[in-house]
T-cell receptor, first 115, second 116 residues
Framework: AQTVTQSQPEMSVQEAETVTLSCTYD???????LFWYKQPPSRQMILVIR??????QNATENRFSVNFQKAAKSFSLKISDSQLGDAAMYFC????????????FGQGTRLTINP | ETGVTQTPRHLVMGMTNKKSLKCEQH?????MYWYKQSAKKPLELMFV???????ENNSVPSRFSPECPNSSHLFLHLHTLQPEDSALYLC???????????????FGSGTQLSVL
């Protein structure tokens, strides 16, 4: 069974600085998808960024980018120019590309932005 | 606002009560999901419905009973719950259903359930 591990329960960063959230996963599959979701205090989970495992190029969405290291099974999220609105829980998630597989989430990292 | 609405936002119930959680999506999606989010635990998938048919049931106790009367509405009926069932229950929807592995999920704001 696949597992997703986020080793940082909490992180903090100064406003306008850059922060990196870590995520590792365990799988024997070669084709899969990885996601970062954000859950602000409103509790609504929002997709931040998505990466296809067959793509070598790291995904980027404005200030958010990932460092996808397939051999190391690592999928970190970098947030540049942090803003107060980035404060939230961040969840890393894995999904197999085969069949109707469920989304497997990590435990989450609580990100605090210091003004 | 992601187009997925959950009610109630908060719910407190006793172990002998019967209550229902409601989810409604306004996105024209074909699949809907129930997730459980407990403190300090990863989100757990409970149920998946695709085109109003249940396609996944992850060994959830029978005291949780889902219902999907149409593609826009999803209910979770609760009865004789235990205190350990206290959690945030999140509903989500997706356009094409769980067979599309890169499918984006749209979540509601959840119902915070407390079982006394």
């Amino acid at each position: 069974a696949q597992t997703v591990t986020q080793s940082q329960p909490e992180m903090s960063v100064q406003e306008a600085e850059t922060v990196t959230l870590s995520c590792t996963y365990d799988t024997s599959e070669s084709d899969y998808y990885l996601f970062w979701y954000k859950q602000p205090p409103s509790r609504q989970m929002i997709l931040v960024i998505r990466q296809e495992a067959y793509k070598q190029q790291n995904a980027t969405e404005n200030r958010f980018s990932v460092n996808f290291q397939k051999a190391a099974k690592s999928f970190s999220l970098k947030i540049s120019d942090s803003q107060l609105g980035d404060a939230a829980m961040y969840f890393c998630a894995y999904r197999s590309a085969q069949g109707a597989q469920k989304l497997v989430f990590g435990q989450g990292t609580r990100l605090t932005i210091n003004p | 606002e992601t187009g997925v609405t959950q009610t109630p936002r908060h719910l407190v119930m006793g172990m002998t009560n019967k209550k229902s959680l409601k989810c409604e999506q306004h996105l024209g999606h074909n699949a809907m999901y129930w997730y459980k989010q407990s403190a300090k635990k990863p989100l757990e998938l409970m149920f998946v419905y695709s085109l109003e048919e249940r396609v996944e049931n992850n060994s959830v106790p029978s005291r949780f009973s889902p219902e999907c009367p149409n593609s826009s509405h999803l209910f979770l009926h609760l009865h004789t719950l235990q205190p350990e069932d206290s959690a945030l229950y999140l509903c989500a929807s997706s356009h094409n259903g769980p067979l599309q592995s890169n499918e984006k999920l749209f979540f509601g704001s959840g119902t915070q359930l407390s079982v006394l």
